[in-house]
């Protein structure tokens, strides 16, 4: 039966809220989560780009930038290891040491957390030092003793000892420094407390709480740099990342900076912008419908045909969550034509873009019938679906049959005979023994659903799908069990019915095949022998 209120009355294993899925299974904490946008922390292996430095300081700052490999090179720099720190320790604890000493100091402690492999940040931890780093950021007066010391915070809070630099009271005088006349110091600080976002969604919500928002907005309207734009931009989309999500009402005041950096030509910038607004539009219809008033979405649809893959994907994200909310946020997406650019993200290289894409054709397709009829237009596309629900990988296979499974049970019966003649029986037929229970049972109810619709029996048939959903009569689950033997019972049982009725009986040279009363009240018994009774001795 084909569904006319597909929200309202979705059948048994495919129910309103599935049909639009929205990506729950991104869901994970956040700690060292590898990702194709990249780490939710980075270390400062080398310095910011020379910005707003005094010149009397800028000869400094070269320096510093210079020496992060830990190596003596040229330069002759000294490599600092754990066997250092009794004679930097002390410079740094006493107050009567001078500003050069100090700055020595704290360099040797930055260039040993520095280093590529194991820095020794327990130890550094271990002897006290971090508190010293935390009150050299009160330092006005000494502005390349700030860089160096967040230089330093940041290095730990890229590890798995993050937590230590909010315990430790870092995060005002970092929020503060966002707002340092010197652009390096406000880029360190941002770099700082995007890694101590990046780490967990309370540190996450302890940054946002301390005020690092408006700061930070200020730097990416206004950035002195580059490398500041970058960074910035960075830290902002760890500060909308993660879930539970963070209050709109503090996040969403990104957004307009946001839109406007995808308008921008600071391409690392734009894709970190993209990941931010994926991060914004994932949830509710209130926080898409937040980003699409920002008007990013024909920007977001241009993107899809970007050859940079690392854009293409994070746009193809934040586009998806919006095609999972209402029917009119759905629209909005479709009238930009995103579309058009299905047939070449069908065809990506990259697994993921092709995954995301059928999982945004899925949530079209669990649209309105105007909506699954646009989809519909274009058959080649289509029949790449379909094709991928035969032949691709897995996670392609399974997000490529979702879109068949929403059109087949929520579309109106013209949309599913033009699945039929696209092949999508035999897609579905052959994705049944799979070893997700899930897409066994939306491939089952599209099923179903063809089957409702016209006589497609034979096409199951010859796609091996009677065998297949009789195997099913054994599965291990129950709702799969119970929708298998449904699917026999309506549309293949009437042969087994008929074969009961006539079960034969012998009694001497005679045979009676019990014929049903419905049948004995439309056949005359041959003159002289019983009904239902045929003699075949004579």
Not at 114 to 125: A, G, I
Not at 465 to 472: F, M, N, Q
Request: aromatic letters at 6%; glycine letters at 6%.
């Amino acid at each position: 039966m084909v569904l006319e209120s597909r929200k309202a009355s979705f059948k048994k294993g495919i129910d309103s809220t599935e049909s639009r899925r929205r990506r729950d299974d991104t869901r994970l904490t956040l700690r060292k989560n590898k990702r194709e946008e990249g780490l939710a922390k980075r270390r400062a292996m080398g310095a910011a780009t020379v910005g707003a430095i005094p010149s009397n300081s800028t000869e400094q700052l070269i320096s510093a930038e210079n020496d992060s490999t830990p190596v003596v090179g040229v330069s002759g720099k000294k490599v600092f290891t754990v066997a250092d720190i009794p004679s930097l320790l002390p410079v740094l604890t006493n107050q009567a040491s001078d500003n050069d000493s100090l700055l020595e100091a704290v360099k040797g402690f930055r260039r040993m957390l520095s280093v590529e492999t194991n820095p020794p940040v327990k130890e550094v931890l271990d002897c006290g030092a971090m508190t010293y780093f935390i009150k050299l950021l009160e330092r006005t007066d000494f502005e390349m003793i700030q860089f160096e010391a967040a230089w330093a915070l940041t290095n730990i809070a890229s590890t798995e000892h993050t937590a230590t630099v909010a315990e430790a009271g870092a995060i005002p005088s970092l929020v503060q420094l966002l707002r340092s006349p010197n652009a390096d110091v406000r880029e360190q600080s941002a770099w700082c407390l995007g890694n101590v976002a990046g780490d967990s969604t309370a540190l996450r919500d302890f940054v946002l709480s301390a005020g690092a928002m408006e700061p930070l907005l200020l730097n990416v309207a206004q950035p002195a740099s580059d490398s500041l734009l970058l960074n910035a931009v960075w830290t902002l989309s760890n500060f909308c990342r993660g879930k539970p999500q963070p209050d709109l009402s503090v996040v969403g005041q990104a957004i307009p900076a946001l839109a406007g950096i995808l308008q921008g030509e600071n391409r690392n910038a734009m894709m970190d912008a993209c990941w931010a607004l994926s991060y914004l539009s994932d949830g509710s219809d209130d926080r898409i419908q937040a980003v699409i008033n920002a008007g990013v979405v024909p920007r977001l649809v241009s993107l899809l045909s970007d050859a940079n893959s690392s854009i293409v994907t994070p746009a193809l994200r934040t586009l998806g969550n919006m095609v999972s909310g209402s029917d009119t946020q759905t629209q909005a997406v479709l009238d930009a034509g995103v579309l058009q650019h299905v047939g070449s993200l069908l065809a990506h290289n990259k697994k993921n873009v092709r995954k995301e894409t059928c999982w945004l054709l899925s949530n079209i397709a669990a649209g309105t019938h105007g909506q699954i009829g646009t989809l519909l237009e274009s058959r080649q596309d289509m029949s790449s679906v379909i094709n991928a629900v035969r032949t691709e990988v897995w996670d392609v296979r399974k997000e490529a049959a979702w879109v068949v499974c929403n059109i087949a049970t929520g579309g109106a019966e013209y949309h599913v005979k033009c699945l039929v003649d696209l092949g999508a029986i035999v897609a579905l037929c052959e994705i049944l023994d799979v070893a997700d229970a899930k897409i066994t049972l939306v491939a089952l109810d599209a099923i179903k659903s063809i089957l409702k619709v016209g006589d497609y029996t034979s096409f199951v048939d010859e796609a091996g799908g009677i065998e297949a959903i009789e195997s099913l009569q054994h599965h291990e689950n129950e709702e799969v069990y119970e929708k298998a033997v449904e699917i026999i019972e309506e549309f293949f049982g009437a042969d087994d019915d008929i074969a009961d009725e006539l079960v034969p009986e012998a009694s001497e040279n005679t045979y009676s095949f019990g014929v049903s009363d419905k049948m004995a009240n439309n056949v005359e018994a041959p003159q002289g022998q019983p009904l239902g009774m045929f003699n075949f001795s004579s």
